[in-house]
């Protein structure tokens, strides 16, 4: 069976500094995409970064960027210098050709930027 | 910043009432989902619509009847719901069902008296 598992269900950060989110998956396809998606409080979901696991570099999108360990099928999230705005639930989530190719998601992580 | 629209923002109906959610994109994506989401939890698949046919169903009860007028649109009936329904209904878009990438919308609160 295919999982993801987020294990800090709840986080918090103090403003500009730096936060790591934690994501595991287990699969057995050989290609398939890792993401992260970040729902702020009553707002849309938005996609923040995308992996694609046949590349061996780390995704980078601005403050955002992925530590991606495909061996240990690890896939965290760094937020460098947090703001306000990064407060949300943060999900992971999995897709590949198996399952039916629908998403397989994390349980979230409620993140939340301190002033 | 969304290309994927949803109306309304937020529906009230009771158990007995008929009502419809609508879903847009302008995007050229040939594959929509609607999702059911609760409060600080994942999403949970209900449809997929690829090429403007139903080809997942995640066991939903009938009382959830998906539509699919076209290639942008789609629509999701109510009928009969349970006080339990009540949640946010996302839709969401990708190129096709092998390209993972999703593009949700802001979804449309419901809640079922």
Request: glycine fraction near 0%; charge should be positive.
């Given at each position: 069976a295919q999982t993801v598992t987020q294990s800090q269900p709840e986080m918090s950060v103090q403003e500009a500094e730096t936060v790591t989110l934690s994501c595991t998956y287990d699969t057995s396809e050989n290609n398939y995409y890792l993401f992260w998606y970040k729902q702020p409080p009553s707002?849309?979901?938005?996609?923040?970064?995308?992996?694609?696991?046949?590349k061996q570099q780390n995704a980078t999108e601005n403050r955002f960027s992925v530590n991606f360990q495909k061996a240990a099928k690890s896939f965290s999230l760094k937020i460098s210098d947090s703001q306000l705005g990064d407060t949300a639930m943060y999900f992971c989530a999995l897709g590949n050709a198996g399952n039916n190719r629908k998403l397989i998601w994390g349980l979230g992580t409620s993140l939340a930027v301190n002033p | 910043d969304t290309e994927v629209t949803q109306t309304p923002k937020h529906l009230v109906m009771g158990m007995t009432n008929k009502k419809s959610l609508k879903c847009e994109q302008h995007m050229g994506h040939r594959a929509m989902y609607w999702y059911k989401q609760k409060?600080?939890?994942p999403p949970e698949l209900m449809f997929v619509y690829s090429y403007e046919k139903l080809s997942i169903n995640e066991s939903v009860p009938s009382r959830f009847s998906p539509e699919c007028p076209n290639s942008s649109l789609l629509n999701l009936h109510l009928h009969a719901l349970q006080p339990e329904?009540?949640?946010l209904y996302l839709c969401a878009s990708s190129q096709a069902v092998y390209i993972y990438e999703q593009y949700f919308g802001p979804g449309t609160r419901l809640t079922v008296t």
């Open positions: 707002r849309q979901m938005i996609l923040v970064i995308r992996q694609e696991a046949y | 409060a600080k939890k329904d009540s949640a």
